[in-house]
């Protein structure tokens, strides 16, 4: 072969390389950018046009808006207000050039690229296609090479934990407690069985239900949500995910995880919406410390009465200790009820086997007072039950006790499961 045979082809091999390259690297950058060039930037004259009804109803029916790093700086007066921080950065207060309140969470900059951007595609594109009066409203985003933030509606009255365990949530009632459970309820079942594509959320805690002005309360963060298709019943998690307390039992596991998690979490929360306190408290007496098992051992005494007394701030008899609204202090036989129901609804929602644990919709149902709620089977058992030291004349007794309590879950929970 001549020396002008091999140069021509070394220089037609390099090209070809040259060429797989450059089109692999515009693939990536494309992948990087995809979702956010595909929207235009709104200016701040084009908001400040729009009156807030406008507004809101424009966001309603098309896609997030984008915004610049510099019109960030500018809503948020060069992020002097800080509202908070959690596992992916920081939330700042904000208004829009139309007078409109919102909370713009800015990304780490130290966390891994690529965590970054799988939070932004997975919120950009979950939130800003849902819309249910019980979920945050996503209203924009910002995405270049500076600043990735997500801008959202401000909720007035910020987390549900700082507002029930801080002094404003002292005076809200035993009622006023429910239609906070009832709210996130929705949102959540709205997630899983009404908008277009199941969302699990993953996260579902106290910190990520917000409430606003009205109190009602809004689903936040979809961050760590993973779009669904309907059809598949499980999907497995490559990394752990939620808060502990809050996560359910599959989470650690790292397999089969579905919506039934969120289901778990929810219990959780309800049990500390109950309580009007963490469900663990390392400053609470030994036998208090955890919550959910106080709880069902005061159902199961009769004297979940305790809990009104101590969810409405006071000690029982001493009615003038907090504020109460009207409906509570006329009728406290209701809340009594009230809160039997919202505990037997947790008791449900955190059995250890998802299964065992009822769909949003008939969490809803039942907390609604729409549906009757069966007698609960304890979730904490193998919290609770007492060692039994090993002999061998019980040990056929043990084993068919065993075998009867299992029957009596199947059916009860087949019960919820199926109304
Ligand atoms: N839309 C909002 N309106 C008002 N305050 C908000 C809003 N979003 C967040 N905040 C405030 O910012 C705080 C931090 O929120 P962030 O979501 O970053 O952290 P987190 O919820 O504690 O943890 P996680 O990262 O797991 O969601 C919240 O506790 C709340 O006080
Ligand atoms: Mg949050």
């Known amino acids: ?114 965590s970054q951007e799988e939070q932004f595609m997975a919120e950009v594109g979950t939130i ?67 908008c277009q594509q199941k969302i699990v959320h993953y996260d579902i805690k106290p910190g990520n239900v917000l409430l606003d002005g009205a109190l009602t309360p809004k689903v936040a963060d979809f961050g760590l949500a993973r779009l669904v298709n309907r059809a598949d019943t499980h999907v497995s998690v490559s990394c752990v995910r939620g808060t502990p307390g809050f996560a359910a039992p599959e989470m650690w596991m790292l397999s089969g995880v579905t919506e039934k998690c969120d289901v778990y979490s929810f219990g959780m929360l309800l049990l500390e919406i109950v309580g009007r306190r963490r469900n663990f408290d390392e400053a609470a007496p030994e036998s208090q410390q955890w919550f959910p098992t106080l709880a069902w051992t005061k159902y199961e005494t009769g004297e979940l009465v305790d809990l009104v007394a101590s969810s409405s701030g006071e000690e029982a008899g001493d009615a003038a200790a907090a504020p109460r609204d009207d409906e509570q202090e006329h009728e406290p036989r209701r809340d009594e009820e009230i809160v039997e129901r919202m505990c037997k609804v947790a008791f449900w929602c955190v059995q250890q086997q998802p299964e065992a644990r009822p769909p949003m919709g008939a969490v809803v149902k039942m907390l609604e007072g729409e549906m009757s709620v069966a007698a609960p089977v304890n979730p904490f058992q193998h919290l609770m039950a007492t060692p039994v030291t090993a002999n061998p004349w019980t040990t056929t007794m043990t084993g068919s006790a065993d075998a009867v309590s299992a029957t009596a879950i199947s059916e009860t929970s087949n019960e919820i499961v199926s109304l």
């Not at 220089?11 to 692999?24: E, L, P, Q, R, Y």
């Not at 959202?152 to 365990?165: I, K, R, T, W």
Request: some cysteine; proline content about 2%; aromatic content about 10%.
């Open 128 to 194: 800003g296609r849902t819309y249910h009066v019980n979920l945050v409203r996503l209203f924009g985003f910002c995405f270049d090479d500076v600043v990735r933030a997500l801008v959202y509606e401000y909720m007035d009255n910020g987390a549900l934990d700082a507002y029930l365990l801080g002094g404003q949530g002292r005076g809200v009632g035993v009622p006023a407690l429910r239609d906070i459970a009832v709210g996130v309820a929705r949102g959540i079942r709205y997630l899983h069985e009404e």
């Open 1 to 114: 072969m001549s020396h002008a045979a091999v140069a021509i082809g070394t220089i037609v091999f390099v090209i070809i390389v040259a060429a797989i390259i450059v089109c692999a690297y515009r693939r990536a950058e494309a992948c990087a950018g995809g979702v956010a060039s595909s929207y235009a930037v709104v200016s701040d004259q084009q908001i400040r046009h729009a009156t807030i009804e406008k507004f809101l109803l424009e966001i309603r029916h098309d896609k997030p808006f984008r915004f610049t790093s510099l019109q960030l700086a500018g809503f948020t007066r060069n992020y002097t207000t800080r509202l908070g921080a959690g596992g992916f950065g920081t939330v700042y207060k904000g208004v829009l050039p139309n007078g409109l309140p919102v909370a713009v969470k800015v990304f780490d900059r130290s966390l891994a690229q690529r």
